[in-house]
C-alpha cells in the first residue's frame, strides 16, 4: 500500500510538470505567434518605447490612404505581407492584446473612377521602409490612420510622407463628383461624407447655340480664367471667381454648365443640385481639397434666397462663408445657376468677391431659332415645310420649347403612318404640335418649356442695388 501511494504521488508530479510545460510551451507559442515580436524586430526597439501618431480618417479618405499605404510597400524591400487584425480599430490596444498574426485580412470594395473598382483593407497593419524614411508601421482600420515609429519625429516624418502619398494618388481629382451626408459628425468634427462619381454627358461646343457675345463671356470667364491662371496669380490676381447664369427656363444654362465641365479636363467638378444643396459646406472642404475645382450649384435661388424672404438662412450663410474663407488664392470657380435671380440675396449675388460676374441667357433671337431648326432636324426630312412661319410663331420660345416641338411633330408624323428614312415631316405635323403644346399644355406647360419670357428672369438687368 506505501508502495502504492508514493507511485501516484510521483504520476501526480510528473503530470503537472507536464501540464506547466504545456502551459509554458502555449504561452511562449502564443507570444510568438503575436504581432508584437514582428513589429518590435521591425521597428528595432520594444513598441512601448516607440511612438504612436493616430489620424481619424474620413469616409471617403480610407481609398487614397490604402493607395498610398500599398505603394510605399511596393518601395520597401523584402516587404512583409499586410498583417490582419480583426476588429481592432486602433493600433496600441491591438499591440496591448499581443493580436495573433494569423487572423484573415478582410477587404472592403471602394470605387475608384465612375466604372473602376478597388478592394481596400477593413484593418491591416503595414511594416515599412522605403527609401528615405526609418522603419515604421501603419495600421489602417474603419476609423483611423495609426503610424508607429522609434521616435516622434520620425513617426511625424512617416505619418507626413504617407498623407503625400495619398494626396498624389487621390482618385476623386479631376473627376466629376457629387457629396452625400455620411452618418453624423459631432459638432467640433471634421465633417464626414461620400463622394460618388457622376456620369456627366459630354457636350460640344457646337451644341451651344446663343449669341456668339454671350458665349465669349462664359467661356473668358471659366475657361479663360483656367488657361491664365498662372499668368494671373504672377500678377498677383485672385483666381477664386464666381460667376452667375440667370434668365427664363430652358435657354440652356445646364447645358452650358456640362459644356464647361468636360472643357476644364484639369478641374475636379463637383456638382450641387436636389438633395446635394444642402452639403455646401462639405463641398467646399473637398474643392479646397481638389483644387482646381469647379463648385457647380443649379438652381442656387433654392438656398440664397434674400433674407427679407426666408426664415431660415443656414444655408446661404454656408455658402457665402465658405465662398469667403477659400481665400483670394484659392483656384476654385463657383458657377451658379437660377432662373429667378430677384430671389437672390443681394450680399450674394451683387457683391465682388461672391459672384464677380453674371451673365444673362436670352431667349433666341431670329438667327439663334433658325440655327436651333437645323440642330434639331437632323434625322428628319423637312423639305416640305416652310420653315419662315415657324420661325415667326416660336418668337420668345425657348431652346427647351423648340426641342420638343420638334419632337412632338415627329411623335405627329409616326402616328399618321409615316415610316421614310429620315421620318418626313410637315407643316400639318408642326401646326398639331404647336396646337397640342400651348393650347392643350396651358400656362404650366409654357412657362416649363419657356414659352413665353419669365417676367422674373427676362429682364437683363437683375434689378438689384449696388451694397
Same mark, same amino acid.
Given at each position: 500500500?506505501?508502495?502504492?501511494?508514493?507511485?501516484?504521488?510521483?504520476?501526480?508530479?510528473?503530470?503537472?510538470?507536464?501540464?506547466?510545460?504545456?502551459?509554458?510551451?502555449?504561452?511562449?507559442?502564443?507570444?510568438?505567434?503575436?504581432?508584437?515580436?514582428?513589429?518590435?524586430?521591425?521597428?528595432?526597439?520594444?513598441?512601448?518605447? =516607440?511612438?504612436?501618431?493616430?489620424?481619424?480618417?474620413?469616409?471617403?479618405?480610407?481609398?487614397?490612404?490604402?493607395?498610398?499605404?500599398?505603394?510605399?510597400?511596393?518601395?520597401?524591400?523584402?516587404?512583409?505581407?499586410?498583417?490582419?487584425?480583426?476588429?481592432?480599430?486602433?493600433?496600441?490596444?491591438?499591440?496591448?492584446?499581443?493580436?495573433?498574426?494569423?487572423?484573415?485580412?478582410?477587404?472592403?470594395?471602394?470605387?475608384?473612377?465612375?466604372?473602376?473598382?478597388?478592394?481596400?483593407?477593413?484593418?491591416?497593419?503595414?511594416?515599412?521602409?522605403?527609401?528615405?524614411?526609418?522603419?515604421?508601421?501603419?495600421?489602417?482600420?474603419?476609423?483611423?490612420?495609426?503610424?508607429?515609429?522609434?521616435?516622434?519625429?520620425? =513617426?511625424?516624418?512617416?505619418?507626413?510622407?504617407?498623407?503625400?502619398?495619398?494626396?498624389?494618388?487621390?482618385?476623386?481629382?479631376? %473627376?466629376?463628383?457629387?457629396?452625400?451626408?455620411?452618418?453624423? =459628425?459631432?459638432?467640433?468634427?471634421?465633417?464626414?461624407? %461620400?463622394?460618388?462619381?457622376?456620369?456627366?454627358?459630354?457636350?460640344?461646343?457646337? %451644341?451651344?447655340?446663343?449669341?456668339?457675345?454671350?458665349?465669349?463671356?462664359?467661356?473668358?470667364?471659366?475657361?479663360?480664367?483656367?488657361?491664365?491662371?498662372?499668368?494671373?496669380?504672377?500678377?498677383? !490676381?485672385?483666381?477664386?471667381?464666381?460667376?452667375?447664369?440667370?434668365?427664363?427656363?430652358?435657354?440652356?444654362?445646364?447645358?452650358?454648365?456640362?459644356?464647361?465641365? !468636360?472643357?476644364?479636363?484639369?478641374?475636379?467638378?463637383?456638382?450641387?443640385?436636389?438633395?446635394?444643396?444642402?452639403?455646401?459646406?462639405?463641398?467646399?472642404?473637398?474643392?479646397?481639397? #481638389? %483644387?482646381?475645382?469647379?463648385?457647380?450649384?443649379? *438652381?442656387? *435661388? #433654392?438656398?440664397?434666397?434674400?433674407?427679407?424672404?426666408?426664415?431660415?438662412?443656414?444655408?446661404?450663410?454656408?455658402?457665402?462663408?465658405?465662398?469667403?474663407?477659400?481665400?483670394?488664392?484659392?483656384?476654385?470657380?463657383?458657377?451658379?445657376?437660377?432662373?429667378?435671380?430677384?430671389?437672390?440675396?443681394?450680399? #450674394?449675388?451683387?457683391?465682388?468677391?461672391?459672384?464677380?460676374?453674371?451673365?444673362?441667357?436670352?431667349?433666341?433671337?431670329?438667327?439663334?431659332?433658325?440655327?436651333?431648326?437645323?440642330?434639331?432636324? !437632323?434625322?428628319?426630312?423637312?423639305?416640305?415645310? *416652310?420653315?419662315?412661319?415657324?420661325?415667326? !410663331?416660336?418668337?420668345?420660345?425657348?431652346?427647351?420649347?423648340?426641342?420638343?416641338?420638334?419632337?412632338?411633330?415627329?411623335?405627329?408624323?409616326?402616328?399618321?403612318?409615316?415610316?421614310?428614312?429620315?421620318?418626313?415631316?410637315?407643316?400639318?405635323?408642326?401646326?398639331? =404640335?404647336?396646337?397640342?403644346?400651348?393650347?392643350?399644355?396651358?400656362?404650366?406647360?409654357?412657362?416649363?418649356?419657356?414659352?413665353?419670357?419669365?417676367?422674373?428672369?427676362?429682364?437683363?438687368?437683375?434689378?438689384? *442695388?449696388?451694397?
Amino acid at each position: 500500500m506505501p508502495l502504492l501511494a508514493v507511485d501516484f504521488a510521483t504520476v501526480g508530479a510528473a503530470v503537472a510538470l507536464a501540464l506547466l510545460g504545456l502551459i509554458t510551451a502555449g504561452v511562449v507559442v502564443s507570444y510568438f505567434s503575436g504581432v508584437v515580436p514582428t513589429v518590435n524586430r521591425h521597428l528595432g526597439r520594444p513598441w512601448n518605447r =516607440a511612438t504612436v501618431l493616430t489620424r481619424p480618417v474620413l469616409n471617403w479618405e480610407r481609398v487614397n490612404l490604402f493607395l498610398a499605404l500599398e505603394a510605399l510597400r511596393a518601395e520597401t524591400p523584402d516587404a512583409r505581407p499586410v498583417i490582419g487584425l480583426g476588429y481592432f480599430n486602433e493600433l496600441t490596444p491591438a499591440l496591448s492584446a499581443n493580436a495573433s498574426r494569423n487572423t484573415p485580412l478582410e477587404f472592403t470594395v471602394r470605387p475608384t473612377s465612375l466604372l473602376g473598382t478597388t478592394k481596400v483593407v477593413a484593418a491591416g497593419l503595414y511594416l515599412l521602409r522605403p527609401p528615405g524614411l526609418p522603419p515604421f508601421g501603419a495600421m489602417l482600420s474603419r476609423t483611423a490612420l495609426d503610424v508607429i515609429a522609434p521616435t516622434a519625429e520620425e =513617426a511625424q516624418r512617416a505619418l507626413d510622407r504617407v498623407l503625400a502619398e495619398a494626396r498624389a494618388r487621390n482618385v476623386f481629382r479631376g %473627376q466629376v463628383l457629387v457629396v452625400e451626408q455620411a452618418g453624423f =459628425a459631432g459638432p467640433n468634427a471634421e465633417p464626414d461624407f %461620400q463622394i460618388h462619381f457622376h456620369d456627366l454627358p459630354k457636350v460640344g461646343r457646337e %451644341q451651344i447655340i446663343l449669341p456668339d457675345e454671350v458665349l465669349k463671356v462664359v467661356e473668358r470667364n471659366v475657361i479663360g480664367l483656367l488657361t491664365h491662371a498662372e499668368t494671373l496669380r504672377k500678377a498677383g !490676381r485672385s483666381t477664386r471667381h464666381g460667376v452667375l447664369f440667370h434668365g427664363p427656363p430652358g435657354v440652356g444654362k445646364t447645358l452650358v454648365t456640362k459644356y464647361l465641365a !468636360r472643357a476644364c479636363p484639369d478641374y475636379t467638378v463637383i456638382l450641387l443640385t436636389g438633395r446635394q444643396l444642402k452639403l455646401v459646406r462639405e463641398s467646399c472642404v473637398l474643392a479646397r481639397l #481638389l %483644387q482646381p475645382a469647379l463648385v457647380v450649384i443649379e *438652381d442656387v *435661388d #433654392l438656398i440664397a434666397v434674400d433674407r427679407e424672404q426666408s426664415l431660415d438662412t443656414t444655408l446661404l450663410h454656408d455658402l457665402m462663408d465658405e465662398m469667403d474663407g477659400l481665400g483670394t488664392k484659392a483656384n476654385v470657380i463657383f458657377l451658379l445657376t437660377t432662373n429667378r435671380p430677384r430671389m437672390l440675396e443681394k450680399a #450674394l449675388a451683387a457683391r465682388p468677391g461672391r459672384v464677380d460676374q453674371a451673365v444673362y441667357f436670352p431667349l433666341p433671337d431670329r438667327d439663334c431659332r433658325r440655327r436651333l431648326f437645323e440642330h434639331f432636324t !437632323r434625322g428628319l426630312d423637312l423639305s416640305g415645310v *416652310d420653315a419662315d412661319p415657324l420661325l415667326d !410663331r416660336t418668337e420668345g420660345a425657348s431652346p427647351a420649347f423648340i426641342e420638343e416641338l420638334f419632337r412632338k411633330a415627329a411623335l405627329m408624323a409616326a402616328e399618321r403612318g409615316e415610316r421614310t428614312d429620315p421620318l418626313k415631316l410637315t407643316t400639318a405635323d408642326f401646326e398639331a =404640335a404647336v396646337r397640342e403644346l400651348v393650347e392643350f399644355g396651358g400656362a404650366l406647360t409654357q412657362h416649363l418649356l419657356g414659352y413665353r419670357n419669365d417676367p422674373d428672369a427676362g429682364s437683363r438687368g437683375m434689378g438689384f *442695388d449696388p451694397g
